[in-house]
């Protein structure tokens, strides 16, 4: 059974790779700009969707100011690019917000940009993926109703991906990606020209009358019609999720690795602007109806209901089909490569979530095991720990994006705000030391620019938490304040570990040898592990050295009693009894007997085994013994030692180990 998961783990993840390779997983700009900026590349093509959604809230005419929404979504986009120049300049250790939060902030503030992160990281997949999976349903009507289990099986894909290493994904991605950009790209320059020549068609949903809220007939009036507008606008940020990842993700980049980070966070930034201009401008342009229930806000021009057929596409589509109506196989290939974008954007949060993960565990954090690389060099821990956390929203929420949007950049947000608040302290606390009036120039500039980027996300997370707070934010809210809680206990469990076993002044004690050695072999029947646990008892020269059974049934006790005397066996045997036919407590109470009459010797207790081949021996060897080990191992000053037995299944088994030990593959484990 172990060599068929071997076999098949190596088909699946490839042939493991030595440490010294790690350098060799390194990415250029042109591999990571797809690898740690997909995610905010491809967000483009969901968050015009729910600006259109939301204004089409108060009617037609109310999505007319849509581009005007995007405008301030793409301000603070370049906004907090310019600010996360800065940042990846000044940490490029690949901590990102937490470390800088946490260097300037406290470790407080540090834990609950993590806690956010890491939330948001988990939604990023599940977003992008149900995203994905909408727009692949577009391009192929047979994934329409079955979209949960087309995301379910993209996130699988995924983690596989990812656990064969970064670089490897990278490559793969990459394609994907730029075509994506050429798709938009196309779209925008001849979507552009018919709009200059006048040929400019109209979208397939242009025909359909938009039905206002019953809270929003009136349209954009007073207070709620400012609510709608900021809601509109909180939802179209989800196109800046995705930025931080490249300030985590530094430590890959090719040397010079902050310059190459910033340079490619200026081209996420400049492109990303560009396609949410282009698309929204041209959502406008061309009518594109899009509604969250298109049987209930949609009408006819004569008023009746939509035809029960009608599959509203996303907003990109939509222009696809307009811009490129004289070509359809264009439509079916840009939604299906939007489709494939959306999924593979979620591959930034397999690169985000497991290196923030690994920094965490560093620091106590989280368990120790997600700082572990995996045999491929990634962190194979938090990969798959990132895929559980996104399936289970994914099935809880049926892969709706309009429900899990609502999820969506509270955490991101959080994140955004106290990271430029920490990076003003930093430029603050520089400036103190700084000499010399280059740098000192160079940095005042910097901290205008993070002090900008404070305001704006600030005044940006205010707007999301008042707008989406009731419509899904708090759930958001709540997790976040779970893992921040769940983090700060393991932290508080590794602190007390650690200041249990510190040595401090009880070096001597512990450097002291035990008074005596009490050695005692657990016997059920006279056969070869007995002898060669006897054997190995001897081997050590203990104080005092014998033999314990118990005696479960009298007669089966005398019987072993008088075997051991007739082979003449050269060390002591004692029998327990155990008038309730039980095996453990007899032999744990004398063994903390021996432990109250001399608290200062140390008993070793010698437990036989079995070692077997195959999965099935388990369940019916062992099973005393392993029961026994588990309950010894809470009494103090007693030491367990297992002396193994081969039987003849496990003999197979050790051979084809060894045999592929020296075909030059090695065997790694995770933690």
């Known amino acids: 059974m172990s060599e068929i998961i071997d076999v098949a783990k190596r088909l699946m993840l490839g042939r493991p790779m030595n440490s010294d390779r790690l350098g060799h997983t390194l990415l250029p700009k042109r591999l990571a700009l797809p690898v740690f900026a997909s995610d905010a590349l491809s967000s483009v093509a969901y968050a015009p969707d729910e600006i259109v959604l939301t204004m089409a809230l108060a009617g037609v005419t109310a999505v007319t100011i849509s581009p005007w929404v995007g405008l301030a979504v793409i301000i603070v986009l370049l906004v907090v690019v310019a600010s996360y120049r800065q940042n990846v300049r000044a940490y490029p250790s690949g901590g990102g917000d ?132 900021a809601r509109a606008f909180a939802s179209g940020c989800a196109a800046l999720t995705g930025v931080e990842a490249i300030s985590n993700g530094v430590p890959s980049f090719q040397r010079p690795k902050s310059r190459n980070a910033a340079t490619t966070l200026l081209l996420l930034g400049v492109i990303s602007a560009a396609m949410l201009a282009t698309i929204v401008t041209l959502a406008v342009a061309t009518n594109v109806r899009y509604v969250e229930e298109p049987a209930r806000q949609l009408t006819q021009a004569d008023g009746s209901a939509v035809p029960a057929s009608y599959e509203q596409h996303p907003v990109l589509s939509q222009l696809a089909e307009v811009v490129f109506a004289q070509a359809p196989w264009m439509f079916i290939g840009i939604s299906a490569i939007t489709g494939l974008i959306l999924v593979l954007a979620a591959n930034t949060a397999f690169n985000g979530f497991p290196v923030l993960g690994s920094i965490l565990a560093r620091d106590g954090y989280l368990p120790r095991q997600m700082h572990t690389r995996g045999d491929r060099l990634a962190f194979s821990n938090g990969i798959m720990t990132l895929a559980v956390g996104a399936i289970i929203l994914i099935v809880a929420f049926d892969a709706q994006v309009t429900s899990l949007i609502q999820l969506y950049i509270v955490g991101v947000f959080i994140s955004f705000t106290l990271s430029q608040l920490a990076m003003v302290k930093h430029w603050n606390s520089r400036l103190r030391v700084a000499a010399d009036p280059q740098a000192r120039r160079s940095m005042r500039r910097s901290r205008v620019v993070n002090a900008v980027g404070f305001v704006m996300t600030g005044t940006v997370l205010i707007v999301v938490l008042v707008t989406k707070f009731l419509h899904g934010a708090w759930i958001t809210l709540l997790v976040m304040a779970v893992v921040f809680a769940v983090m700060r206990g393991i932290r508080r469990h590794y602190d007390s570990v650690s200041d249990e076993l510190e040595l401090g002044e009880d070096i001597a004690s512990a450097r002291a040898l035990p008074s005596r050695v009490h050695a005692i072999v657990l016997v059920s029947k006279i056969h070869k592990p007995t002898m060669r646990a006897l054997s190995y008892a001897r081997a050590t020269r203990p104080n005092t050295l014998e033999a314990v059974t118990v005696g479960v049934d009298g007669d089966d006790g005398e019987e072993l009693l008088a075997q051991w005397e007739a082979l003449d066996v050269p060390v002591p045997l004692r029998v327990l009894s155990s008038p309730y036919r039980e095996i453990t407590r007899p032999v744990l109470s004398y063994v903390r007997s021996i432990r109250r009459q001399s608290p200062r010797d140390l008993v070793v207790v010698y437990v036989p085994e079995y070692v077997v081949g195959h999965w099935w021996e388990q369940f019916l060897h062992n099973q005393s013994a392993m029961r026994l080990k588990s309950r010894l191992l809470f009494t103090p000053g007693v030491v367990i030692s297992a002396v193994p037995w081969q039987l003849s299944s496990s003999r197979t088994v050790g051979i084809e180990h060894t045999h592929f030990a020296q075909s030059g593959q090695p065997r790694a484990m995770d933690e």
């Open 98 to 229: 937490y470390e800088v939060v946490s260097t300037n902030l406290g470790q407080g503030a540090g834990v609950s940009v993590a806690s956010a992160l890491l939330v948001d990281y988990v939604l990023t997949v599940a977003v992008s993926i149900s995203a994905g999976a909408q727009y692949a349903s577009s391009a192929i009507p047979w994934f329409r109703g079955h979209e949960t289990w087309v995301a379910i099986a993209v996130v699988l894909f995924l983690m596989v991906m990812n656990l064969r290493g970064v670089k490897e994904s990278g490559r793969f991605f990459a394609v994907p990606v730029y075509l994506f950009m050429i798709a938009v790209g196309l779209i925008a320059v001849f979507g552009a020209f018919q709009a200059f020549t006048g040929s400019l068609g109209q979208a397939p949903s242009a025909d359909f009358l938009v039905v206002p809220d019953a809270a929003f007939d009136q349209g954009l009036v007073g207070l709620g019609g400012a609510i709608l507008v």
